[in-house]
């Protein structure tokens, strides 16, 4: 069987907070407040491309626990008002139903970008404030909304047939930032012809750096789908390694042409071949108290990086930049944290590359000047443990290709600037193959 959400929700207020009194509720003005941000926020974002990875599971009606069945990766970006999707290393976007990259399962579109932009940039919907909460030790103020069928954008797909149905959900912001933190949407009165009980779909977002622009992006989705018959398919989304691109331009995964240019030369991108063993210092500082996902990351390569001992394809103190994938606080009896860091450029004498490479463990064999070490970590409590237990396993590349994973010990952590580790490259343009 196939089933297929697509469309986006439609969620919006009239009015704006510019003709909002100051006499009104906290809630109103907080609502008209957001709405005149996030509307500025996404009218300015420009075109992104990331990589959209989605583990895809099931879970049978007798049971408890979901199995895995696959994991789609794909290339994921927006151009106007539509998602268009690839295939990680295509050349091109295609403007094709999303149906036609995984035949099978549970497949959703509009998480990337469509939800957002439909729900914030329209003008029809009804909301009401809910209250106040707290979401991973923040304050929060949540707004539940509905979107009746007539309005709504939502469709589904199961099994040949399919519907269009109205929907409901919440979303949370940062009462202090006005930052959209996560969306919640629900499909409502699902036609009872398509066999399905209901569906739910939740997205966590984050501001980012992305070249010269801060964006708001999602960093995590999770797509639930519950059958009548009891199954349940899932698909547990994540977004990585997002470049921002132009739409005057050519999308290009090999080395362009550089344009003529008489003031200055435009730099040059290239591909890094698969098999180069990058060793690179970070010279950003990590405070667990402070530190939030979508933090810039800078860092240098600290040795010539060679090809089969010949020619330099990587110069010392290339300049490398990236974020914070991740930061996850353990539950489990002793404290700690999973900390996620995606690499993603590497920029020396006017050339530009795209990093996607494998974190290496601390035992995978030393290279010129780039042991593991963890220079200096402080602040745990208890204290944390040596660098070699600090820096664990090599993440696995299904859950966030492209990342690496830092297991920190201890209910707090600060890694000073000079954090060594050592990476291997990827190939780009088939770098995703194993994992189809």
């Known amino acids: ?47 992104y491309t990331c990589l959209e990875t989605i583990q895809r599971s099931a879970m049978a009606g007798h049971a408890n626990t979901f199995s895995p069945l696959d994991t789609v990766l794909l290339e994921v ?27 099978r399962g549970l497949m959703g579109s509009g998480i990337f970008a469509m939800h957002a932009r439909n729900v914030f940039l329209r003008e029809t919907t009804t909301i009401r404030y809910f209250g106040d909460e707290e979401m991973e030790g923040r304050p929060v103020a949540r707004f539940d909304f509905r979107v009746p069928e007539a309005w709504s954008g939502y469709q589904i797909q199961a099994n040949g047939a399919s519907a269009k149905v109205g929907t409901s959900g919440s979303f949370w912001i940062d009462p202090d930032s006005l930052e959209l933190m996560r969306m919640e949407v629900r499909a409502d009165e699902i036609p009872a012809a398509l066999g399905i009980e209901r569906t739910g779909t939740l997205i966590d977002y984050a501001r980012m750096r992305i070249g010269d622009a801060d964006a708001l992006l999602p960093q995590d989705a999770q797509l639930v789908l519950r059958l009548v018959s009891g199954e349940v398919l899932r698909n547990e989304i994540q977004f990585s390694h997002c470049h921002e691109y132009r739409t005057e331009s050519t999308i290009r995964f090999d080395m362009p042409n550089p344009s003529p240019s008489a003031a200055a030369p435009a730099a040059r991108r290239v591909d890094l071949p698969a098999g ?106 208890p204290a944390l443990p040596p660098p070699a237990a600090a820096i664990g396993r090599a993440v696995h590349a299904a859950e966030i290709p492209g990342t690496g994973v830092l297991h920190m010990k201890g209910a707090q952590f600060h890694i000073h600037p000079g954090l060594r ?16």
């Open 276 to 381: 180069l063993t990058v060793s690179i210092e970070l010279e950003t500082a990590i405070d667990s108290s402070t530190a939030h996902v979508g933090d810039l990351l800078r860092g240098h390569v600290t040795n010539d990086v060679r090809r089969k001992g010949k020619a330099i394809i990587i110069p010392k103190g290339a300049i490398v930049t990236g974020r914070i994938r991740g930061l996850e606080r353990l539950t489990s009896s002793k404290p700690g944290f999973d900390l996620t860091i995606e690499l993603a450029d590497l920029e020396w004498e006017n050339t530009i590359a795209e990093f996607y490479g494998e974190f290496l463990p601390a035992d995978s064999g030393p290279v010129e000047d780039s042991m593991l070490n963890l220079p200096s970590i402080g602040g745990g409590v």
């Open 77 to 103: 970006s927006t151009v106007g008002d539509k998602e268009l999707l690839a295939w990680p290393g295509a050349r091109q976007f295609e403007d094709a139903d999303i149906s036609s990259f995984a035949g």
């Open 1 to 47: 069987m196939r089933w297929k959400l697509r469309g986006a929700v439609l969620l919006i207020w009239a009015g704006s907070a510019a003709a909002a009194p100051d006499d009104l509720p906290r809630e109103v003005l907080l609502l008209a407040h957001f709405k005149e941000r996030i509307r500025q926020v996404l009218a300015q974002v420009p075109n």
């Open 421 to 436: 580790m050592n990476w291997r490259t990827l190939e780009p343009n088939r770098r995703l193959k194993k994992w189809k």
